[in-house]
C-alpha cells in the first residue's frame, strides 16, 4: 500500500511538472486603444494568469496585441497573422465581432467578448452554432432600459446617441434607434464621433446625450468632455465603466462589478483550454448585475433633481457635501458677516438708537420752551362800550412765551438715568452681538460636522455594499447561510436611510446659517474645513493656549487671569453696572434730591395787532397803553409733601439697587464655573483629538482583517457587523474631534467676552502682554 501512493505520488508530481512546463502564448486583437483600454489588457492578464494557476504558463507577448482602428480588411490580416504566432486569441470590439463570427473555421482557440443589446440576443446566439476553437462570451446590453431610466431622471424628449463612426457601420445600431424612438417617444439622433472634440463640437442644441461608445476615450478626454457637457447644463447617460461617471458623466446603469465578471469568465474560457485543449463551450451569455450609478456633483452642477425613490437602487459617486455653492464661507467671513447682517443684530441696534434718543429728550429739559400764540375776538358792542376801552369790539393780539428751567433735580436726575440706561442698552446689544456671532460659530461646525457625517454615512454605505457582495459570494460558495445576504440586505436599507437622513440634516445646517446670515434660505452655501494649523487657524497660535493648560504650575494662574479678563469684558457685567447707576441715581433723586427746588425762568411779550368798533378808544382820563409789553419772572418750587410717594419711590429704588447687587455677584460666580468648566472641555477635546486618530486607525484595520476573515469563512456576520460600526462610530469621531475642539475654544472666547479670530495682531499680543503682566504680579 505505501508502495502504491509512492507511485501515486510520483505520477503527480510528474504530472504537475509536464502540465506546469506547458506554455501558452496568447495574443489580443482589438478595434482600438488607448492608455486605458492597456491598463484593462493588463488587468486582465492578471486575472488569467491568476485562475490558470499551476496547470499552465500563460505568456502575453507585448508584440500581440493588434489594432484594426475599425478596419475589418486589417482585422482578418491580423487574425490570419495572429494564428500563426500564439495558441490562444482574446478578441474584443464591435468590427473584431463582425469580422470572426463570419468565419467558418478557428485554426486555434479563439475567445471573443464585448456586448449584445437584448433586442438582437437571440439572433446572435442563433447565427453562430457550436463551432470548434471558437467560444463567445457577450453580456446583454438594454439601450431601451438605459433610455427609459435616463428619461425618468431627467424627464428629456431628446437625446443625441454617441458612437465611434468606425463602428457604427457593424453595428445595428440604427436600426434599434429607430425603434426605439417610436416605442420610448423619445427624439433619438445618432452622433457618429472620432475624436473627443468631434463630441464637444456636437454638443449645441443637444437636451441630452446617450454613450453607446466611448470606450476608447482617454480619461482626460473624458474629463473635458464631462466639463464641456456640466458648462451647457447637458446630461449624459453612458454603457460604459463607472470610471467614467466618476470623472464627471452624469449616469450609468452598469454594476461596478461588470468588468470583473467579465475578466473572471474569460479566465475560465482559457483554463479550459489549457485543460482541455478545446474551449468549454461555444457561447456563453454572461448576466451581469445592474444598478444605477449617479454622479451627485454633476446632478447638482447642471441642476438636475435627484428623486428619493431612486436611493434604494443608485450608487452615488462624487462628494455630494462638495457642491456648486453660490457663495463659500470660512469661520471669519461668517463671524464678521453676522455682524454687519444679522436681522436681530439689527432690530437691538434701534433699541440703541432710541435709547440714545430718550438721552437726548432727557437733555431737551434744559433747552428753553418758546411758543407764540394769536388771537382774534370779536365783543358784543354794547359791552364793549362800556368797557372804557378795555374790550375793544374787535381785537387781534399775539404773544410769544419763553420758559427756561435754571436747575432741577429731577431733569438732573433723568438725564443721568437715561445716560446709564443707553449704556445699557449698548451693552444690551454687545452681548447679543456676542451670542449672535457664537450661535453662527456653532451653526459652522455643525455645518461642517454635518457635512464629515454625511461623507462618512455615504462611505458606509459603500461599505454595506461591498460586505453584501461578500455576503452573496459566500452563500453561492456554500460558505454561508442566505441569513446572511438578508441581514445585509436589511443593514444596507438603513444605511441608506442614514444617508439620506444625514443629507437632509447638512441642508439643515446650512438653512441655520442662511438665517442668521440674512440670506435667502434656498440659497446654496458651502463652508470651508476648519484645519488646525492651516488656513485662519495658522496664525492663531492655539498650541501656546493648549500649553499653559496642560502644564498644571501654568494652568491655575492662566485660568485665574481668563477669569479677570471675563469679568473685565462682560457686557452682561456692564450692563447691571449701568443699571446700578440709574437705579442709585433714582435713590439719591428721592432721597437727598427731593429737598433740592426747581428754578425756571419765565418770560413773556404781548403785541396788539389791532383795536376797532365800539370801544376801541380809551378815555381821555385813561392813559392809552403801548401795544406791546413785556414780563420776566423766576419761578421756583419745592413739593413738600407729595403723597408720600418720594419716600416709596426710594425705598422701591433701594430694593432696586439691592437685587441688581445680588445678580451682579451672582454672575460673577457664574462666570468663573464657565471659565473652569470651559476649559476643561478644551482639555477633554485636546486628549480626545489624539485618542480618536487612534481609535480609527485601529478599527480601520480591524475592520480590513475582519472582512478578510469573514469573505474566507472564519468570522461569521455579527463579527463583521460590529467591526463595520466601530469604524464607522470612530470615523465620525475622529472627524470630529477637530472641530468639537475648536468649537470649544471659541465656547472659552465667547465666556471671555471676546473672539481671537476678530482681533488685530496688536490686540492679541496686548492680552499676552497682560497674562505676563498678572502672572508676575501674584507671584510677588
Known amino acids: 500500500m505505501r508502495y502504491l501512493l509512492l507511485i501515486g505520488f510520483f505520477l503527480a508530481v510528474n504530472f504537475s511538472a509536464l502540465s506546469q512546463d506547458k506554455t501558452y502564448k ?63 486569441v482574446i478578441a474584443y470590439g464591435v468590427t473584431t465581432n463582425k469580422v470572426l463570427t463570419e468565419r467558418e473555421t478557428y485554426p486555434i482557440p479563439t475567445i471573443l467578448f464585448g456586448t449584445v443589446n437584448e433586442d438582437f440576443i437571440e439572433t446572435a446566439r442563433t447565427t453562430k452554432g457550436s463551432v470548434e476553437n471558437f467560444t463567445s462570451i457577450v453580456t446583454p446590453l438594454s439601450y431601451e432600459e438605459d433610455l427609459r431610466i435616463f428619461k425618468e431622471l431627467v424627464g428629456c424628449k431628446s437625446v443625441g446617441v454617441l458612437m465611434e463612426r468606425g463602428a457604427i457601420e457593424y453595428s445595428p445600431v440604427s436600426e434599434i434607434l429607430a ?15 472620432d475624436t473627443a472634440q468631434d463630441i464637444i463640437n456636437t ?32 446630461p449624459s447617460f453612458t454603457t460604459t465603466q463607472i470610471r467614467d461617471v466618476e470623472n464627471g458623466l452624469l449616469a450609468t446603469n452598469n454594476d461596478q462589478s461588470q468588468i470583473d465578471q467579465f475578466f473572471r469568465r474569460i479566465a475560465l474560457s482559457v483554463e479550459s483550454v489549457v485543460v482541455d485543449d478545446v474551449p468549454s463551450e461555444s457561447s456563453s451569455l454572461l448576466t451581469v448585475n445592474k444598478s444605477l450609478t449617479i454622479n451627485f456633483n454633476t446632478a447638482q452642477r447642471i441642476g438636475v433633481p435627484l428623486k428619493y425613490s431612486l436611493i434604494a437602487t443608485t450608487n452615488f459617486v462624487g462628494d455630494a457635501s462638495d457642491i456648486d455653492a453660490d457663495k463659500r464661507y470660512d469661520l471669519v467671513s461668517v463671524m464678521t458677516e453676522v ?24 437733555k431737551s429739559d434744559y433747552l428753553p420752551d418758546v411758543f407764540a400764540s394769536a388771537s382774534a375776538n370779536y365783543t358784543d358792542p354794547e359791552f364793549a362800550a362800556a368797557t372804557n376801552g378795555q374790550n375793544p369790539e374787535v381785537l387781534t393780539a399775539g404773544n410769544i412765551t419763553l420758559s427756561q428751567t435754571i436747575f432741577s433735580e429731577a431733569a438732573n436726575a433723568n438725564i443721568g438715568i437715561q445716560t446709564a440706561l443707553q449704556q445699557a442698552q449698548q451693552e444690551e446689544y454687545n452681548r447679543e452681538q456676542l451670542n449672535i456671532v457664537f450661535e453662527s460659530v456653532t451653526a459652522y461646525f455643525n455645518a461642517l460636522i454635518l457635512k464629515a457625517n454625511y461623507k462618512i454615512q455615504s462611505k458606509n454605505l459603500n461599505l454595506t455594499k461591498r460586505n453584501l457582495q461578500i455576503a452573496a459570494q459566500n452563500y453561492d460558495a456554500g460558505q454561508s447561510g442566505k441569513s446572511d445576504v438578508l441581514r445585509f440586505r436589511s443593514e444596507l436599507v438603513q444605511n441608506m436611510q442614514d444617508n439620506v437622513e444625514s443629507f437632509n440634516q447638512l441642508n439643515q445646517g446650512y438653512y441655520v446659517l442662511n438665517q442668521l446670515l440674512n440670506n435667502p434660505i434656498s440659497l446654496v452655501i458651502d463652508v470651508d474645513d476648519a484645519e488646525l494649523d492651516s488656513g485662519i487657524f495658522e496664525e492663531y497660535d492655539y498650541h501656546a493656549f493648549n500649553d499653559l493648560l496642560n502644564d498644571p504650575l501654568e494652568r491655575r494662574p492662566f485660568i485665574q487671569f481668563l477669569i479677570q479678563e471675563a469679568l473685565n469684558n462682560s457686557p452682561e457685567l456692564k450692563f447691571l453696572d449701568y443699571n446700578l447707576i440709574a437705579t442709585e441715581r433714582s435713590e439719591k433723586l428721592f432721597g437727598p434730591g427731593r429737598f433740592l427746588p426747581t428754578v425756571a425762568l419765565q418770560g413773556q411779550y404781548n403785541h396788539v395787532f389791532s383795536r376797532s368798533g365800539a370801544g376801541s378808544t380809551f378815555p381821555v382820563f385813561i392813559p392809552t397803553p403801548p401795544d406791546g409789553y413785556y414780563n420776566v419772572g423766576v419761578n421756583l418750587s419745592l413739593p413738600i409733601f407729595n403723597q408720600n410717594k418720594q419716600n416709596i419711590n426710594k425705598q422701591i429704588a433701594t430694593i432696586q439697587k439691592e437685587q441688581i447687587q445680588f445678580s451682579t455677584e451672582n454672575l460673577k460666580l457664574q462666570i468663573e464655573k464657565n471659565i473652569n468648566d470651559a476649559v476643561l472641555e478644551v482639555i477633554n477635546q485636546i486628549t480626545n483629538i489624539e485618542l480618536s486618530k487612534v481609535f480609527e486607525e485601529t478599527a480601520k484595520e480591524v475592520l480590513e482583517l475582519t472582512q478578510t476573515s469573514y469573505e474566507n469563512g472564519a468570522v ?5 457587523l460590529d467591526a463595520q460600526n466601530n469604524y464607522l ?21 465667547r465666556y471671555i467676552g471676546n473672539f481671537f479670530l476678530l482681533e488685530s495682531q496688536e490686540e492679541r499680543n496686548a492680552f499676552t502682554a497682560r497674562f505676563l503682566e498678572f502672572k508676575a504680579s501674584i507671584e510677588d
Open 26 to 88: 496568447i495574443g489580443f486583437l482589438i478595434d482600438k486603444t488607448n492608455d486605458r483600454i492597456n491598463v484593462l489588457v493588463d488587468d486582465l492578464q492578471e486575472e488569467i494568469i491568476a485562475v490558470v494557476g499551476e496547470d499552465a504558463t500563460v505568456v502575453f507577448p507585448s508584440n500581440r496585441r493588434y489594432v484594426n482602428n475599425f478596419n475589418p480588411n486589417l482585422a482578418k490580416e491580423q487574425y490570419n497573422t495572429l494564428v500563426s504566432e500564439v495558441d490562444i
Open 339 to 362: 455682524i454687519a447682517e444679522n436681522l436681530t443684530l439689527k432690530e437691538l441696534q434701534q433699541d440703541v438708537l432710541v435709547s440714545e434718543e430718550d438721552t437726548k429728550l432727557a
Open 716 to 720: 461569521n456576520i455579527i463579527q463583521l
Open 203 to 234: 454638443l449645441e442644441g443637444q437636451e441630452a446625450v446617450y454613450f453607446i461608445g466611448g470606450l476608447y476615450l482617454t480619461e482626460d478626454e473624458i474629463k473635458n468632455i464631462a466639463n464641456a457637457l456640466i458648462a451647457k447644463k447637458i
Open 729 to 749: 462610530q470612530a470615523q465620525l469621531a475622529s472627524s470630529n474631534a477637530t472641530y468639537n475642539y475648536l468649537l470649544a475654544m471659541l465656547t472659552l472666547e
Open 179 to 193: 425603434k426605439l424612438s417610436s416605442e420610448l417617444e423619445l427624439e433619438l439622433t445618432l452622433l457618429p464621433f
